[in-house]
């Protein structure tokens, strides 16, 4: 008769006279594993104690919010664990492969929209997960602003100088001659007189 161990972990009622069998506990502790025999009046016992560590693992990321080709720096720890495996669904620049127990990294991506870091650790048939999200924003276009300058100088066709040295018009001259002939005209009725 199989008994202790913890509720679930398959360690308990009839097993067979001999045999192996795996046990997995779902948290960290101190297990005693007992199994009890009888044959007639006759009984025995035996006992295995095991000390069990199951693994953690925290992870997080800052900021959270970016732009792309902004770092954001990833901070992890964990415990009882014999490896720790990074993985991510951006392009995971320093984000893949084994980790230490423990440490940060700056990772900067390419990806637009939202980036899962993940970090699994294990130890044995146990391991757990820890995952940190970022939001990657496109960059934000500067727009340029070209500003025009008019300055005054000899117009077109249609328009007129303030200044002077500009070229007299047809009707200009018409009348300047106008004036010239009939200035002529007095001075010499006058002389005439």
């Not at 919010?65 to 664990?81: D, E, F, I, K, R």
């Not at 070229?167 to 002529?184: N, Q, T």
């Amino acid at each position: 008769m199989a008994s202790g161990g913890a509720n679930g972990d398959g360690w308990g009622g009839q097993v067979a006279a001999s045999g192996t069998m795996s046990v997995t506990e779902a948290a960290s502790g101190t297990y005693t594993y007992t199994l009890s025999c009888t044959q007639g009046s006759q009984a025995a016992q035996g006992q295995a104690v095991v000390t069990d560590t199951v693994p953690t693992v925290s992870l997080s990321a800052s900021p959270t919010t970016l732009t792309v080709g902004q770092p954001t720096t990833l901070t992890w720890t964990s415990a009882n664990a014999a490896t720790c495996m990074a993985s991510s669904n951006g392009a995971g620049y320093g984000w893949t492969g084994t980790k230490s127990a423990s440490g940060t990294a700056s990772i900067t991506e390419s990806t637009v929209g939202p980036i899962t870091y993940t970090l699994t650790c294990t130890s044995g048939p146990q391991s757990a997960q820890a995952t940190a999200q970022v939001f990657n924003s496109a960059t934000s276009s500067s727009s340029s602003s070209s500003s025009s300058s008019s300055s005054s100088g000899s117009g077109g066709s249609g328009g007129g100088s303030s200044g002077g040295g500009g070229e007299m018009s047809p009707l200009s001259l018409l009348g300047l001659f106008g004036i010239s002939a009939y200035c002529a005209s007095r001075r010499h009725r006058r002389e005439a007189a």
